[in-house]
Structure formats: structure tokens, C-alpha cells
């Protein structure tokens, strides 16, 4: 057996142009019990919410019997960077991810999903680095504070020029070196920066999450749809010793029609080729 099926994770951020109540029925009516919540507009945009519709939301996940695996705020789109040398975007968006934090441990999960941000794509990467850095070790402190583990991420060279590899991520939690700040693995990150499993499991050791999908070699698209060799990744995930959970993050704009029936897709590749 390469894995379980109880450890995908299905999320929402396909569904944005459906109501976060259709996403949670849909998670509910195609048995998937553990769900990872991208915190963007429409559905839970931090700028829009409070403490008290984090409760709520809580409840309604928990009347589904779903289990919230991860908080993913919105940190691509939107105008926030934690890596800016502008002391105003800075400010604005350290108080953006407290806030999230907040959120996160408000819903009820031990995980909350980062990005270390970028700089300029025309300047060297060395003082945008450093301006992240002292950022992660801010709100890696205020996630201790609220019982939250914070979940880095690479992003791939067209999303920043800051951590694009499991050798800088590596880098990164060493400097940070904070009990509240821990790696996690995206399968088409990967694969597009030119690396592998072992590159992760030899330079991170534990991982705390995996975003399965598929890519072409980018896309973040329906497992078995892309190039991704996804057999042998989980493989070897699981000669691992991995037991944690595998998020479902569809990103393509081409599922936003139809995202019930894109998560639906994504189970039948995983039921037929990864259990």
C-alpha cells in the first residue's frame, strides 16, 4: 500500500466562486473528513472576519464531522510582503499574519501555512532574505505564543526569488530556528525547481504536510493529469515513514466551474493509482 486514503485533505480554493458552505458540503458528501482552509475573499479573508466568525466557522466544520488540518492564508495575490524594504507594506502585512495566527488558533488547527514573501526580481535576493528572515522569527514567536506551528513553504522562481528549494528552506528554519516554525512539501515546487524526495527528507528531515497534486510541471492541477511521476513520489514518501496528511491544493481556473467534481476527479486518480 503507497498510502491511505484518509489522509487526503481537500481545500477551497478552487471553490471561490462557490459559497465556503457548498465547499464544506461537497468535502462532506464526497467523505472527505480533513480539510485544509485557504483563507482568501470570498470565502475567510482575514480583513473581513473576527475572532467570532472564526468560532462560527469552526462550528460548522465540526457539524460536518471535518477535521481542519491546515490554515492557508492568502500571501500571493493580495498585497502583503513580508520580505518589503517599505517599513509601511512591512507593517501592514506582520499584522496581517498576527492576525491570521489568531485565526487559525481561534478555528482550531495546529497549522498555519507561510511564505517568506520576495523582493524584487531585478536586485539581488541577499537583503530581501534577511528582511524575511527577521519577519518569520516575528511571527514564528506570536504562533508560539498562540499554540500554532507555522508551515514554510518553497514557492517556485516566478513566485519569488527567496526560498525556491529545500536547501534554502533548510537555511531558512536554521536561522529562524524557532520549535514554532517547520517545513512542508509541495509536490509540483518541487518538481519544477528541479529536485526530488530525498533532496527534501536529506535537507528538511521532518515533514509536517504535503500538497499533492499534479503540474505540467507547474499548474497545481488534478492528480494524473500533469508530468508529475506521483506513484514513485509517494513511493518514496512512504518508505519515509510519512503518516501525515496530503492537501489537495487545485489552483487552475479551468476547475472553478465545476471544483466538486475536480476534488471528485482527484480521489477517483489517488483510489485507482496511490492506494
Known amino acids: 500500500m ?27 458528501k464526497l467523505e472527505i473528513p480533513t480539510i485544509e482552509l485557504w483563507g482568501g475573499f470570498p470565502h475567510f479573508y482575514a480583513e473581513d472576519v473576527s475572532l467570532a466568525d472564526a468560532k462560527e466557522l469552526k462550528r460548522k466544520i465540526a457539524a460536518r464531522n471535518l477535521h481542519l488540518v491546515c490554515y492557508t492564508p492568502e500571501q500571493l495575490m493580495y498585497a502583503n510582503n513580508i520580505a518589503s524594504k517599505s517599513a509601511a507594506v512591512r507593517k501592514r502585512s506582520l499584522d496581517y499574519y498576527e492576525k491570521n495566527i489568531e485565526l487559525a488558533s481561534e478555528l482550531g488547527t495546529n497549522y498555519m501555512l507561510m511564505t517568506a514573501g520576495t523582493g524584487p526580481f531585478d536586485e539581488q535576493a541577499a537583503p530581501y532574505w534577511e528582511i524575511a528572515r527577521e519577519s518569520l522569527a516575528r511571527l514564528s514567536s506570536k504562533a508560539e505564543q498562540a499554540g500554532v506551528t507555522l508551515l514554510l513553504e518553497a514557492l517556485q522562481n516566478f513566485e519569488s526569488n527567496i ?18 516554525l517547520k517545513g512542508m512539501l509541495d ?30 510541471p507547474s499548474g497545481h492541477i488534478i492528480p494524473g493529469e500533469g508530468q508529475l511521476p506521483l506513484r514513485e513520489y509517494i513511493r518514496q514518501i512512504n518508505e519515509f515513514g510519512y503518516e501525515g496528511y496530503l492537501g489537495l491544493e487545485l489552483c487552475s481556473s479551468k476547475y472553478f466551474p465545476d471544483p466538486h467534481q475536480a476534488v471528485a476527479a482527484s480521489l477517483e486518480y489517488v483510489k485507482n493509482h496511490l492506494v
Open 2 to 28: 503507497l498510502m491511505k486514503i484518509e489522509q487526503i485533505t481537500g481545500m477551497n480554493l478552487h471553490y471561490l466562486r462557490y459559497s465556503l458552505d457548498y465547499f464544506l458540503d461537497s468535502m462532506e
Open 187 to 216: 509536490l509540483v515546487g518541487m518538481h519544477a525547481s528541479g529536485e526530488g524526495i530525498q533532496d527534501y527528507l536529506t535537507n528538511i528531515g521532518e515533514i509536517c504536510y504535503i500538497h499533492l497534486i499534479d503540474g505540467t
Open 163 to 180: 526560498i525556491n528549494s529545500s536547501d534554502q528552506l533548510k537555511h531558512m528554519l536554521q536561522e529562524v530556528n524557532s520549535p514554532s
